[in-house]
Nanobody
Framework: QVQLVESGGGLVQAGGSLRLSCAASGSIVSINAMGWYRQAPGKQRELVAAITSGGTTNYADSVKGRFTISRDNAKNTVYLQMNGMNPKDTAVYYC???????????????WGQGTQVTVSS
C-alpha cells in the first residue's frame, strides 16, 4: 500500500501565498520524480511543477517565477510554495509521485487526493 496525503490548500487573496505539502507513505523502496498538477473547472489537468530525486525542476510557463517546488527525500515529501497568486491559480491541486515498490521492476505513478486552492480577487 502507498498513499500520498496532501495538505495546505485553502482560500487566499490575490497576491498572497500558500504552501502545499504532499507526503508519501507505505511500502516504498524509492521515489523518482514528484510533481504537482492542477485542474480548474472545465479544463484539463495540467502539470504545474515537477522535481527529480536529484533536485532538477521544471515549471509550467504560467507559474515560473512565482511557484517553487522542493522535496525532502528523507521524509518522502514534496512541497509547492506559491507566491504572488492570482485567480487563474484557482484549481484542485494534485500531487504525483513515481514510486518503486519492493519486487517490482518498474515504478508506478501514485496520486494524492487533491486539495482545493481558491484565489479571490
Amino acid at each position: 500500500q502507498v498513499q500520498l496525503v496532501e495538505s495546505g490548500g485553502g482560500l487566499v487573496q490575490a497576491g498572497g501565498s500558500l504552501r502545499l505539502s504532499c507526503a508519501a507513505s507505505g511500502s516504498i523502496v524509492s521515489i523518482n520524480a514528484m510533481g504537482w498538477y492542477r485542474q480548474a473547472p472545465g479544463k484539463q489537468r495540467e502539470l504545474v511543477a515537477a522535481i527529480t530525486s536529484g533536485g532538477t525542476t521544471n515549471y509550467a510557463d504560467s507559474v515560473k517565477g512565482r511557484f517553487t517546488i522542493s522535496r525532502d527525500n528523507a521524509k518522502n515529501t514534496v512541497y509547492l510554495q506559491m507566491n504572488g497568486m492570482n485567480p487563474k491559480d484557482t484549481a484542485v491541486y494534485y500531487c504525483n509521485a513515481d514510486i518503486y515498490r519492493s519486487g517490482r521492476m518498474w515504478p508506478t505513478a501514485y496520486w494524492g487526493q487533491g486539495t482545493q486552492v481558491t484565489v479571490s480577487s
